[in-house]
């Protein structure tokens, strides 16, 4: 035993011996996770997530949360002299002053996007391949939870800076506020600490954006990595998978090899990006004044959805017993997207009660064998894509020389008539990939090579294509409709009828899929 060798020995026998760790981590250690190249994407999510913590406590050290006026006298001559909120001066005392400052800032505010763009491929990957279902409903409404931090999480971050973009974004934050029926009012007044804009709520939410909601998403990312770890990770179907192993590599080396790398490379492609693509310019936007708007203003990504649904709303209001109820930003600010994250939450319930399927899957779907939830996923996708577009309806008109009302008329009625149209073609898109893996199973792969008979018929050659494809493609299964008779066995008409009867018809719509091929199939082929 070299020298080296002893006195790591040593080191591990003294931690060791004080905490037992050597049997948990032996146990842990070895633990098998199936690869699949959608899997990284919850570590993109995680690795953006680390590079944010990083990257904002720098910018902790020179942001300045306060609104109390000062006059600028920095470094950027065309704001010289100006009043503007010690947080803009300071915001830009980090861009030109402060070395490295203006890249931590850009890291910070791209790192910000991809977390978010992750977080959403991450959902459609989880929700697509039905790995939702029993256990991991926990794990689904703790994300659905991340979402929906990560959207008040980014918009706190971008409103910090107390520039035009920046103020407008508040300014329709307190509108949506202010539209909660008879309280609203007194919430927004309560938030701002007095009228807008006030000099309270910038720090205020700078202790929310940099100290609870941060707290808040580690304990949630620490529960939902706990649950991965301690449900398993689902897999994708393929020879020697069941339902009761998991195939793969052990922890370690195999992937805390992999996951560190796989950070570097996250962070190098944030960096990168960071140092060459300008990111929220707030130099030339200037300091927030109430009186001012510019044109263009476009929230994050994340948020567009939010502002197209009420921008395309019309102007409706009510006045009543005093009270002014703004349907206008109520609907679109609140209960649209209150039914949209309710919905999402719930949705492993939903899907379970229309199937009656209460077994744990371990083994995901591919998206095309459930055509319902893929079309359902295809619609919400449409609705929100819809929405988006209309958040950036100023710079389509101008960008494509369109007029605006011309794209909010567009978005107002495609709104309720696409997403039912998406469903209805990916359903039928799904139904005949169904098809086509059947052709495929039954008659093999096209080859191309044609064949003339010695009738003179032309006949194109088919492979049979391998015992593992073919598996694949049948090993799904096909569960059928549930039987929900109205008139129970007694003659007997049951006391929920109406519920009865919507359940069975989302089974049959459910239950709606091409047949695969049997075992009857193939030996009546084996038989031409
Ligand atoms: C801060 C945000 C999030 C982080 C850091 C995160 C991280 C992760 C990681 C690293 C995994 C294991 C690898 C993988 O399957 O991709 C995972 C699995 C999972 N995540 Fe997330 N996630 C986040 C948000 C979400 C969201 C928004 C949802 C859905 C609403 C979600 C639902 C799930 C589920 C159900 C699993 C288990 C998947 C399986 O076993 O196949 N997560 N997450």
């Known amino acids: 035993m070299t020298a080296r060798e002893r006195i790591a020995g040593n080191v591990a026998n003294y931690v060791d011996e004080r905490t037992g760790a050597a049997a948990w981590m032996k146990k842990n250690l070895n633990k098998v996770f199936p690869d699949h190249w959608s899997f990284l994407l919850g570590e993109i999510a995680l690795y953006s997530f680390v590079i944010l913590l990083l990257s904002g406590t720098f910018l902790t050290f020179w942001f300045d949360p306060s609104q109390r006026e000062v006059v600028y006298e920095g470094s950027y001559q065309p704001l010289s002299g ?55 409903e926990f ?55 007095g009228p807008f804009p006030g000099e309270a709520f910038i720090p205020r939410i700078f202790t929310v954006h940099v100290l609870l909601l941060p707290g808040i998403f580690l304990a949630l990312i620490t529960v939902h990595l706990m649950l991965v770890w301690y449900q398993k990770h ?19 080396p195999v992937y805390m090899a992999k996951a560190g790398g796989f950070f570097f490379i996250v962070f190098g492609v944030t960096t990168f990006i960071a140092a060459v693509a300008s990111i929220n310019p707030i130099w030339l936007y200037g300091p927030y004044t109430p009186g001012q708007i510019s044109a263009g203003s476009q929230p994050d990504w ?157 006949v194109e050659i088919h492979e049979e294509i391998s015992p593992e494809k073919k598996w694949l493609l049948t090993s799904h299964e096909q569960s059928g409709a549930l039987e929900l008779p109205e008139i129970d066995k007694g003659g007997v008409r049951r006391p929920s009828a109406i519920r009865n009867k919507l359940r069975s018809r989302m089974s049959q719509a459910n239950a709606e899929v091409a047949p695969k091929v049997s075992t009857q199939d193939l030996k009546e082929i084996e038989h031409l």
């Open 302 to 458: 994340y948020m567009g959805w939010l502002d197209g649904l009420v921008r395309m709303a019309p102007p409706l209001e009510t006045h009543a017993f005093g009270h002014t109820i703004s349907w206008n930003i109520l609907i679109p600010g609140l209960i649209i997207p209150g039914i949209m994250f309710t919905g999402l939450a719930l949705y492993p319930f939903i899907e379970s009660w229309i199937t009656g399927d209460k077994r744990e899957h371990h083994l995901l779907d591919r998206p095309r064998n459930v055509p319902n939830r893929t079309a359902i996923g295809a619609m919400a996708l449409t609705f929100t894509l819809i929405a988006l577009i209309n958040g950036g309806n100023d710079i389509i008109a101008q960008q494509f020389h369109l007029s605006i009302n011309q794209i909010m008329w567009f978005s107002r009625i495609g709104i309720i008539v696409l997403p039912p149209i998406a469903f209805v073609i990916t359903k039928r898109i799904c139904i005949s990939l169904q098809r086509a893996d059947r052709e495929l199973v039954l008659h093999g792969k096209e080859t191309g090579r044609l064949v003339r008979l010695a009738h003179g018929e032309f």
């Open 82 to 136: 100006l009043k503007m909120s010690a947080a803009y001066a300071s915001t830009l005392h980090i861009s030109f002053e402060v070395r490295g400052g203006l890249l931590m800032r850009q890291i910070h505010h791209w790192a910000a996007l991809f977390f978010m763009v992750a977080i959403v491929v991450h959902l459609l990957r989880v929700y697509f391949t039905g790995a939702f279902r029993k256990p991991r």
């Open 234 to 252: 689902t897999q994708y179907p393929g020879p020697g998978r069941t339902e009761k192993n998991v195939v793969g590599y052990p922890l370690f």
């Open 139 to 193: 794990n689904w409404i703790i994300g659905v939870g991340l979402l929906t931090l990560g959207i008040v999480e980014g918009f706190l971050g971008y409103s910090l800076p107390d520039d035009l973009l920046s103020g407008t974004g508040i300014r329709i934050a307190e509108a949506i506020i202010q539209a909660v029926p008879v309280v609203g009012t007194y919430i927004a007044f309560f938030a701002f600490g």
